[in-house]
């Protein structure tokens, strides 16, 4: 009674869809954070070639850009949304790098699926491309860190 | 030149798939945690709920075995592998729910990219699906723990 | 002359994508039905873990919606639609289980096909987790019982 | 304790996929049929515009051939497969369309769902394209009628 | 400075996806075309087989709209657009298919890159059709030749 | 009679999937090529942004690789195929880019297919990239030049 509703669950806890037909269709920014550890010598090495290339943190933003647009078909319960925008920053610090990832839309629902799962993404991404010089890396800090509705 | 050699960028640093080819078809097992960090409230709904239901996680394990058959399609240099086995654990804690996700290929390459993406996607689904009550979730500790060639 | 007109078809019976540009977006609803015929003891199994579990049924009715956000990428000449609500309910009889799918879309197009195939998938899903103890299923009464234009 | 053992849930009623690690690569090949059920004048409009042109016949060969090869991608528990082959017949029958696919694979695991899934989309595609004349249209008798393993 | 400015490039050269947020949704429409050159006897085996069964150009025709579909997904900066139609027609020529395509769509951006897609995977399926007999086929031409804003 | 034979057309002219079961694994390699020509403002812009970011290049490498790796979801006939390697090489020339893509797998047939659709979704994803400057950009040259079983 006192507990939280969970809007994908109905009366019964079956999982379902919310219908957003009635919701306005509204400009929507979602920002999400994360960040990948890395060892002291792959953050070398990612500055190094970050420098010159890029390649990996490249290779990471197109991954993170491509899973936004398929957020609908990775989580079930997700709405398909026509995403105006996304951006992917990285910044190489001293103990790994940081995702930010922001995603805009006009829809009728909210956008910060698209922004998490870009920044889940684009971390999964630098791991597979770093993965071979070091076995130690963590994935954390995923988080929604801004929401505006215009 | 004493900087790690990342298999995934040739010598200019151009990204590429990694030829696998040479490689002996093996049975690899890989297994991955993470950790998604909810209010107390949000604990205590899914305990509620999870023990009659379990449909908050039974919709993140279908979304986590999902992810895991399309981990070449959402990581760029990743090879498609015929996934013999994927295994989605989880526990609800009193800080949140932690996710292990096992999984087991016979093939050329590792399978921890499989295992790393299905714990991912576990988290973002338990995510979306709470978020109506909790807007302070975190996803983490998203690692490998173990990774087996037989 | 007196045969009636395949909209997909144009005068020389090459296959075509009808043009919804000039149609206004409505709301619109559709309902599919449809059953999977099942031997005595897969039902008793179904009632049995369904009640305290229902786990076949999630997972059908999480297959179900997924299904039903890809329709136009499994049928040809289907145009996307981004559906406001896609709900599956199940209801275990004693020859089967009958499927029912409920779709709702804001759209310049009807939204019955997405209710076909979230029943055909849905379906198709209960047979998977089934047929190793159940050969002789049969999935029929596929059709729409129900359409609505607001 | 006497009913069924279904494969995909374990002692716990958790869903998961069965490991097929163990089990040698054979040739297999499944048939399933389905009857998806027209008016008379959609017959008469099938056959006339068929025997020229064949489209309907043939777009719904083609989607049924692509949703075989992704069939571990709409059923979640499913492996993915290698097919060797699919074929897709059509008998047009007084009373509408009989379906027949033929899937092979040089695998672990059973192609019957890869079957019935070319099956289910054939039929959907066909009342897709007969929509616009006939809404009275039922899709059914979808099985299994074959399964051969060398 | 005097240099074209890409839109997908931000002043420090990143691949990002422009916002089409501000932009007003318009009736949109874009043609492309392309050629594939074929040896005398496979457009002689092209026509035989055209005039009665048509299926080597309607799997190409099939398969072109299901790629304008997925358009987004295959071009990394690419926003997804509903698509109102796509029409694919084909001329056998002397030395080889030439390929036109015709995308519209009531969007906020244009439709150019589903019409080229479309007009290239058309060509990619005729050559697979094709390949077992045509070992020298090439594909080329590939480029708009409409667009049109209402 | 002295027509040739299409493989993937049966004696009636039915679209069909060649059945690759009774051939043996082997290495396979194929390399394709292709040229996308641009204005020469836009090859200097290539030039000049390529050298210190890459970013179309790296960007156009990546959906080529990822393409490659659907080949068979694009092109309805296609068998899916376990890629060992993908590699996509550009050289900026006066008139344009000319692309180079070598796919390699271990399979019961050619892999020349995703060597050719590599190349063509390089092509489109440069002229994606550089479409707001350059409106009269040529995909063309598009075949395969080698093809290698070991």
Redesign the interface.
Known sequence: MS???????DA??????????AKPVQ?RTAVAT?FIECAP??V??LR??AL?????L??A???A???A??T????????????????IDFEIQDRGVAIRATS?V?A?TGV??EA??AV??A???I??????????????????VEKIKE
Chains 1, 2, 3, 4, 5, 6 share one sequence.
């Open positions: 507990s939280p509703q969970f809007s994908h669950l019964q806890g079956t999982a379902r869809m919310v219908d957003v037909g400009r994360g010598a792959t070398l090495a190094d070639r010159p290339k890029g390649d990996v490249t290779v933003r197109v991954a850009i491509q899973a647009k398929i609908d078909k990775l989580i079930p319960l997700c709405h398909g949304l026509p995403l105006d925008r996304v951006d805009v006009s009728k910060e699926m998490l799962t889940s993404v971390a999964l991404t791991y597979d491309m770093c993965k071979a010089v070091d076995k130690g890396m963590v994935i954390g800090s995923i988080q929604v």
